[in-house]
């Protein structure tokens, strides 16, 4: 498949989740991109599905290959950023690409649909933390309107090595 033109992208759904866990399960287990150390199954990460119903603030879009089973190349998703009900109009929002699947313009194409259905939402601020270094991420974020708000120094552990991120910020109305 070339480029992003033949990329579909809708909502996530029950039959996406082993496709999903199979990407995250990456980043846990070659990363620092997470800070999740152990691999999840997909029945530990169905109610992460289930809380990005197709409406609302909390949405995951995924990005296929295109024709009938097309592999799963990727998914953005803004969700809850703090549990507390002040926190209600704030996102965070993340990309998550299968291997192999960067540098093709499927990010780019998955944050303007998440933005696009995001608008009209109430949803006041987008917030993404990147580890750091990621230029990649860092590059899409700026791209898209978002600024670097701050650093947590040091503030994770994961293969022996303290991380740092950078959390950038996005109004949305």
Not at 63 to 85: E, K
Not at 155 to 166: L, N, P, Q, S, T
Request: proline share 6%; aromatic share 10%; hydrophobic share 35%.
């Amino acid at each position: 498949m070339s480029g992003r033109m033949n990329v579909q992208v809708s909502p996530g759904k029950e039959a996406d989740l082993g496709a999903l866990t199979d990407i995250y399960n990456h980043y846990i287990r070659e990363t620092a991109v997470t800070f999740d150390v152990t691999p999840v199954t997909p029945d530990e990460r169905r109610p992460w599905l289930l809380s990005h119903p197709e409406d609302g603030p909390h949405r995951l879009l995924v990005a296929r290959a295109p024709g009938s089973g097309g592999q799963v190349l990727g998914y953005a998703t803004s969700s809850p950023f703090r549990p507390r009900a002040s926190y209600a109009t704030s996102v965070e929002t993340s990309i998550y690409l299968a291997r192999g699947a960067g540098g093709r313009g499927i990010g780019t194409l998955l944050y303007t649909r998440l933005f696009e259905a995001l608008r009209g939402v109430d949803v006041h601020r987008a917030y993404a933390g990147v580890t750091l270094p990621n230029a990649a991420s860092v590059r899409i974020h700026c791209r898209f309107g978002f600024r670097q708000v701050g650093v947590y120094e040091e503030v994770g552990r994961k293969f022996g090595i303290y991380h740092d991120v950078a959390w950038f910020e996005k109004p949305l109305d």
